[in-house]
């Protein structure tokens, strides 16, 4: 049971990579359903058609306007899961801030928001948040939050205090499986 379980992660996994990694569409994803679907709203392909996906409008900072052929659609954000981007980066829309997904097509999503600290030298702030997996809200990527959003998982408590010694180290990839770490770690935990 445990090899069969195992093997159709994998599996999934492989699936939902041809369908993120491609960089010849964009759109928007209404729902978590249609995001784990790859289930494009106004889809283009990205070679020969375009349209602007905007959701930093200035004097309507909650809202989402898509030109899309020759009609314009406006959206409230919180009526908007993700968007993809011609060039393959998905920003999960939570809470009316914008979240880059970095794992896509893994179990764990893990989220890398860079902003501009204000002040002397305007530094870049980068931090890490996490969701359980697509339908789950958005957190920020420590141990604890990851032992509690997975509580029943005793297993993979074990293997995260083994594998990892800091929440910095929750973000790493796994360059040899071609996985974040914390997701290698949870397909070893079932």
């Known amino acids: 049971m445990k090899v069969k379980t195992i093997i ?4 999934m996994v492989l699936i939902t990579l041809s369908g993120f990694s ?10 978590a359903k249609d995001f784990l679907a790859h289930k494009l709203s106004f889809s283009i392909y990205c070679k020969t058609q375009k ?10 900072p909650k809202k989402i306007t898509i030109k899309h052929k020759d009609s314009t659609y406006t959206y409230p954000k919180d009526k908007i899961y993700a968007i993809k981007y011609c060039d393959g980066k998905i920003i999960r829309i939570y ?22 600290a204000s002040g002397k030298g305007n530094v870049a702030v980068t931090k890490f948040y996490f969701s359980k997996d697509a339908e789950s809200r958005i957190e920020k990527l420590t141990i604890d939050n990851v032992k509690a959003a997975f509580f029943d998982n005793h297993k993979f408590h074990d293997l ?31």
């Open 22 to 31: 491609q960089t010849d569409s964009s759109g928007v994803y209404f729902t």
């Open 95 to 116: 809470r009316g801030s914008k979240y880059p997904i970095m794992n896509p097509y893994e179990k764990i999503l893990i989220y890398k928001v860079v902003s501009i």
């Open 160 to 190: 995260i205090d083994m594998e990892f010694h800091s929440d910095d180290e929750l973000s790493s990839y796994d360059n040899f499986h071609k996985i974040m770490k914390i997701n290698r770690v949870l397909l070893n935990s079932l």
């Open 51 to 60: 349209h602007k996906i905007k959701s930093d409008m200035i004097f309507h």
């Open 8 to 11: 159709s992660i994998c599996l």
